[in-house]
């Protein structure tokens, strides 16, 4: 049965119900019919969000077999409810990029799903058409001034980085020219397109504490400099008041519910190799003033979207998690072992030993940030009982807790002895959460500090042009900016070949990428793909649509 079959035989309860029992009266809510709404920024409480515990789930390095963050985040919050625990899942939102390409969606699976699946993971509430819109404002007014002989700040369209968005995987829009058709069609200059996810302003929608904070991060967005070298930011272009006012809806969480019934906020879609890679500040916000327990994750493996969540979202935030859940799967264990990825069904005790150290290392970067994991397999069928004893005798022999979550097959009664572990964990207060390293320290220093501590490398390299964005961002004064380092998922290095747990391996900056508005700066190393393209049968192949209105073959 496939996860929208599945999700088609659940009988879904009236928003109005879910916002009761998320605690947030009917007459406060948004509605975007029966299943979805927006949630008012007045609900949340930082009081309250205090007293709430908060839980990570992150997961090994990925692999193309995959390994189940968001089936994994839902049914722990399932079965966490299940122990009598008030408990919400806080979760980003897909992008139609992945959706339509070869990933698929972001609701789940199986009997961990967030519902209703369909619309999350088409249009939804209409978030990233708002954010699109709002950075396509900027680019026009950008390309505007530098037509205009009365209005002009004097940009020089060489120093212009900001590109457009669009949300879909369309490759050919990667590099376009724009200002062709003469004198009145505007200054003919090279740009391109990222899609929407990439966009600055969906990291700082993510980042904002409310509709103000919005604002000023949108008017710091750097632009580029004049002919004088003098900076330029949307806020010189008066850019940040109307784009607030596309994003006034948008700022706000979303309202959904899991399978089981149980409230759920879906918000922000930021990638995680090239932004902070998790949902909103408001969003988790929103959750932790309304529940005991709340879950949420961050993207790709851990040194990427979980780094980030600690080392700029919870810094900047102030946010303090209880409990880390690393996701891992006895198949990906076995591709980093060196199994092929068509044997990965097959037994194979030899290289699921072999894959272990990737696990390993994951743990010891929790064990930095001084907070308590524990191992979460998602088993699949294909996984035998030995395979499974050697990652639970690799816990054992490391004092880590393990269980064994069949979240997909069960929902959350498969998530049960998880759910426990984590109770035991947070009421035993073991954790006591602290960051990597603080804002204040160098650029390089902070760089170096995630290669080294985080990665495993050996050096860090920088560029010439690295070294000259290090000079620019000097002179800009935002040298006290948190790091978000663009890298491949695929590897803890910089290389998508060397899996496992490479060692004595440098890093090399190739330049550095500045987010003012966000906050943070992003070293790029390695080929970082802003712009995905389709596969050659992209997954919009199998969809469609019945005269009725039912949508077939998503998922």
């Known amino acids: 049965m496939t996860d929208l079959e599945i999700a088609k035989k659940v009988q879904l309860k009236h928003i109005t119900e879910i916002a009761e029992k998320f605690g947030v009266a009917q007459d406060e809510i948004e509605m975007y019919g029966k299943h979805k709404a927006k949630l008012p920024l007045k609900a949340i409480n930082r009081e309250k969000a205090s007293k709430s515990n908060l839980v990570l789930v992150s997961a090994i390095s990925p692999t193309p077999a995959g390994e189940g963050k968001t089936t994994m985040s839902i049914g722990l919050s399932e079965g966490l409810n299940r122990l009598g625990k008030k408990t919400t899942v806080v979760l980003r939102e897909p992008s139609l990029g992945p959706v339509f390409g070869i990933k698929g969606g972001a609701t789940g699976g199986g009997y961990s799903q967030v519902l209703p699946m369909e619309d999350i993971n088409l249009h939804f509430t209409g978030d990233f058409s708002a954010i699109e819109k709002a950075h396509n404002l900027l680019a026009a007014l950008i390309d505007n001034n530098l037509q205009s002989k009365t209005n002009s700040l004097r940009i020089d369209a060489r120093t212009v980085s900001w590109k457009r968005v669009v949300d879909v995987n369309d490759r050919a829009l990667r590099n376009v020219i724009v200002g062709l058709g003469g004198t009145t069609s505007g200054v003919p200059r090279e740009t391109g397109f990222d899609i929407t996810a990439a966009s600055e302003i969906m990291a700082i929608l993510c980042l904002a504490d409310d509709l103000s904070d919005l604002k000023r991060r949108l008017g710091n967005i750097f632009v580029g400099y004049t002919y004088d070298k003098e900076p330029i930011y949307a806020k010189d272009l008066k850019a940040q008041g109307a784009m607030t006012a596309l994003l006034k809806d948008a700022i706000k969480p979303n309202l959904v519910q899991t399978i089981e019934g149980n409230p759920a906020i879906i918000h922000g879609g930021p990638f995680a190799n090239i932004a902070q890679g998790t949902n ?36 900047s935030a102030g946010l303090s998690p209880k409990a880390v859940v690393l996701t891992t799967t006895i198949r990906a264990l076995k591709y980093h072992g060196g199994a092929d990825l068509k044997s990965l069904t097959e037994p194979n005790v030899e290289a699921l030993q072999k894959g272990l150290p990737n696990l390993e290392k994951h743990l010891e970067n929790i064990a930095k940030f001084n907070i308590t994991p524990v191992i979460s397999i998602n088993r699949f069928l294909t996984d035998t009982e030995a395979e499974i004893e050697v990652i639970q005798k690799f816990a054992e022999s490391n004092g880590v807790r393990v269980a064994l979550a069949e979240v997909w097959a069960k929902g959350g009664e498969g998530a049960l002895e998880l759910a426990q572990h984590v109770v035991d964990i947070i009421e035993s207060d073991t954790s006591n959460f602290k960051p990597l390293y603080s804002w204040e320290l160098s650029i390089t220093t902070k760089i170096e500090t995630i290669a080294k501590e985080i990665y495993g490398a050996e050096h860090v390299d920088y560029t010439a042009k690295a070294k000259a964005h290090l000079r620019k961002i000097s002179d800009l004064g935002l040298d006290g900016l948190p790091v978000c380092v663009a890298k491949t998922q695929k590897s803890l290095s910089d290389n998508p070949k060397l899996l496992g747990r490479p060692k004595d391996f440098i890093i090399t900056v190739r330049e550095i990428e500045i987010a003012a ?8 190393t390695g080929n970082i793909m802003r712009m995905p393209g389709l596969p050659a049968h992209p997954a919009s192949e199998g969809m469609d649509i019945t005269d009725d209105g039912e949508i077939t073959g998503l998922f």
């Open 517 to 524: 508005g966000a906050g943070f700066v992003i070293p790029i």
């Open 280 to 315: 909103s500040v408001i969003a988790t916000l929103m959750g932790m003033s309304h529940s005991e327990y709340t879950v949420t994750e961050a993207g790709f493996g851990f040194d990427l979207g979980a780094e980030k969540f600690f080392d700029i979202k919870c810094q």
